[in-house]
């Protein structure tokens, strides 16, 4: 009886869920409402987690609790620490969750919602959780090594190296793109200047209050970081409003950039425990809050879906980025469905941490389900504001205008209603000079966030306030992860000049640290430079650039992945990986061949340097312009060859695999795995990690 219950009870989930599902897919006419997009993705998730994932577990890793972990066999109290599956899967999660499943949706959505919505729960499900979840059970079965190790180890030294320069070329796009999003959102908005330039000043305090003054006191030090974080939002408005202070934290594009320049240097080089650890501790309240918030609100308000399924720019000519439904939708919405960046997280801390192996299905597939979650309410946030504001908040002024009554003439033409006074009343109400031409998807999605929650809590006379504690909650997630990439990335050039010079590579050698630091700030900061001048806003050749390399990434992690399947002899089960493997691989070169040879100029770096040229060569550039164009020429030029570089190199490494493919399957080399011996654990079966908290 107990049995048949329970097939009725996930029966009547799956057809909830495959209803909503279909109601968000058909619905046509009036506004859809928000709760189809929460019903579908809760329940499809749960269907997803309870079948697909226990069937990964059991038959395609067939995981085995007997087996002792890293964090048993290591254990150093250091970087092997056996943690409580709860614990870790709050650390997994602060790590994976960067600003990919906020802004990649919002920016999605100029195609309309059903694409994207339909690609981040249906590509996590398949692609993104299996991702995670496989690289973490790898990892965990090689002592924690990284994905360049494994890479090297089981398909070859050449394929290892090429994975590690991949890897690190694709980190520089990432920290570039990303901290480009921090600032087109502080842009002339000293609110938000200010707020969060306080958190960075609360992190050091708690960093000394932690470590010196009060040391252990965690929840002590909590309810004071929380406190000042929430005075430091209130206290941006007075900054605002200040004729003097205004000005301090008013700044330009190019001022922040550089501002942001000077920021990773200095956190990628300061002690893990001044900045990084009590910032973070910090920022996992504040996620926890936000979502739990937001969440409570589509709940509580409903809103309505005022977007349409499909909008007039799945032809490719979109305002905010160029480019078609296929492949630039999957590529844009990048991380909350599947994030090359996660495989670096999942061989990366939580594999040393994890005390079964079995945790590895709710922690890597888990936490990967709730990040494309967040995905989906960041895509009923966006949506669910007027379609013409979302395109006046996120288009460049070169297509829309710099004036409230430029833009909705421009805007209107396109179909999207909208009132000039109703950019102004809007800008007023949250408390900006102008919310026009803020491309990068952080300010709409705040907007769309501030309207959800001042309707849970507060009403209008909130909304400026919540719509800078959205725009901090950005900004934070930004941070952390532009602080932990910086300093991985920073690991990653003292690693590979170590091969070089050994004591270059020597993580606690002063003048190697300070050497790394800057090369890989000023790497990514050239990109961010390149983004804050581009008159596009950068968002329409960067964020396409982003989601390439997230997307390569991702593939180089599947690519491993299957790699090992095979030698672990499950070939019948090779699908799971291959699939998503090879839909990867297909949309990333597809867009990698348009970005670079397309002959509109709005897509193709190529076409787009070139027209610049023509221009110039016609005199139709004032001659004041000319150098700040052939500057953003070469930039151009450069991404094409970026794109070129990687998508190469990837082609490279799937060339090396399917070589090793080849000559196992027709065994003319042994399938040889590199996993570390068996060793029989020695923990009792209910043991959750002492000090760190019970099951």
Not at 170 to 190: D, E, H, Q, R, T
Not at 265 to 280: E, G, K, N
Not at 400 to 416: F, H, Q
Not at 620 to 637: D, G, V, Y
Request: charged share 10%; proline share 4%.
């Amino acid at each position: 009886m107990k049995r048949f219950l329970t097939i009725v009870t996930w029966l009547a989930v799956a057809v909830l869920g495959a209803g909503a599902l279909g109601a968000i897919a058909v619905h046509r006419g009036e506004p859809l409402n928000a709760m189809w997009f929460v019903v579908a993705a809760v329940c499809c998730y749960l269907v997803a987690f309870r079948l697909y994932s226990a069937f990964v577990a059991a038959r395609v890793l067939v995981l085995d609790d007997t087996r002792a972990t890293p964090s048993e066999r290591k254990d150093d109290g250091r970087d092997f620490v056996p943690t409580n599956k709860w614990v870790l899967f709050g650390h997994h999660f602060a790590a994976i969750a960067g600003p990919g499943p906020l802004v990649g949706p919002t920016l999605a959505a100029q195609f309309g919602y059903l694409p994207g919505t339909l690609w981040l729960i249906a590509g996590a499900a398949l692609a993104g959780c299996v991702q995670d979840f496989i690289i973490l059970f790898c990892s965990i079965r090689r002592d924690g090594k990284s994905l360049g190790q494994m890479a090297r180890e089981e398909i070859s030294s050449r394929g290892g190296f090429i994975a590690q320069l991949a890897v690190l070329a694709i980190m520089i796009i990432l920290l570039g793109v990303i901290a480009l999003v921090i600032v087109n959102a502080l842009k002339a908005s000293p609110w938000a200047t200010f707020t969060l330039s306080m958190t960075i000043v609360i992190a050091l305090l708690l960093g000394v209050y932690l470590r010196f003054l009060r040391p252990g006191r965690v929840l002590e030090a909590s309810i004071i970081g929380l406190a000042l974080v929430l005075f430091a939002v209130v206290a941006g408005r007075w900054v605002g409003e200040s004729a003097s202070w205004s000005q301090v934290f008013t700044l330009s594009g190019v001022a922040l950039a550089f501002a942001l320049i000077v920021y990773g240097f200095i956190a990628s080089t300061l002690p893990v425990w001044l900045l990084l650890a009590p910032r973070d501790y910090l920022i996992a309240f504040i996620k926890a809050g936000a979502f739990f918030i937001l969440a409570a609100g589509i709940l509580i308000v409903r809103p309505q879906i005022l977007m349409p399924p499909l909008t007039r720019f799945i032809d490719g000519t979109g305002p905010i980025f160029a480019g078609r439904i296929f492949p630039f939708c999957f590529i844009t919405i990048a991380c909350g469905a599947i994030s090359g960046f996660h495989s670096l997280i999942s061989s990366g801390t939580t594999p040393k941490m994890i005390l079964r192996e079995s945790h590895a299905r709710f922690i890597g597939y888990g936490a990967m389900l709730l990040e494309s979650f967040v995905g989906v309410m960041a895509m009923v946030a966006a949506c669910s504001m007027t379609p013409g504001v979302y395109f006046a908040i996120n288009s460049p002024a070169s297509i829309v205008g710099n004036t409230p009554e430029a833009a909705a003439a421009t805007i209107s033409a396109w179909g999207y209603h909208l009132d000039a006074h109703s950019m102004t009343d809007l800008a007023r109400l949250v408390g900006e000079k102008t919310l026009l031409n803020r491309a990068g998807g952080a300010p709409s999605l705040a907007v769309g966030m501030a309207q959800i929650f001042s309707n849970t809590i507060g009403g209008e006379r909130l909304l400026s306030i919540w719509y800078h504690f959205a725009i901090m909650f950005e900004a934070l997630f930004v941070l952390t992860v532009l602080d932990g990439g910086t300093r991985v990335g920073r690991f990653m050039v003292q690693e590979l000049g170590g091969r070089l010079w050994k004591p270059f590579g020597r993580t606690s050698w002063l003048p190697g640290m300070l050497i790394s630091s800057a090369a890989i700030v000023g790497a990514w900061g050239y990109f961010l430079y390149q983004g804050v001048v581009d008159p596009l806003g950068g968002i329409n050749s960067l964020w396409p650039l982003f989601g390439i390399s997230n997307q390569l990434l991702a593939a180089v992690a599947l690519v491993v992945a299957t790699t090992i399947l095979l030698k672990m002899g499950r070939l019948r089960w090779l699908w799971v990986t291959l699939v998503p493997m090879a839909w990867l691989v297909v949309v990333t070169m597809t867009a990698s061949y348009q970005k670079v040879f397309e002959a509109n100029p709005r897509i193709g770096f190529l076409s787009g340097a070139n027209q610049l040229a023509v221009q110039i060569a016609a005199g139709s550039i004032p001659a004041a312009k000319i150098a700040e164009t052939q500057r953003l020429m070469f930039n151009l030029r450069l991404d094409a060859a970026v794109t070129i570089v990687l998508a190469s190199m990837i082609l490279l490494m799937l060339i090396e695999a399917l070589g090793q493919w080849y000559a196992i399957l027709s065994r003319r080399r042994e399938a040889t795995l590199h996993e570390s011996p068996y060793v029989r654990t020695q923990w009792a079966p209910g043991f959750s990690g002492a000090a760190h908290g019970d099951d």
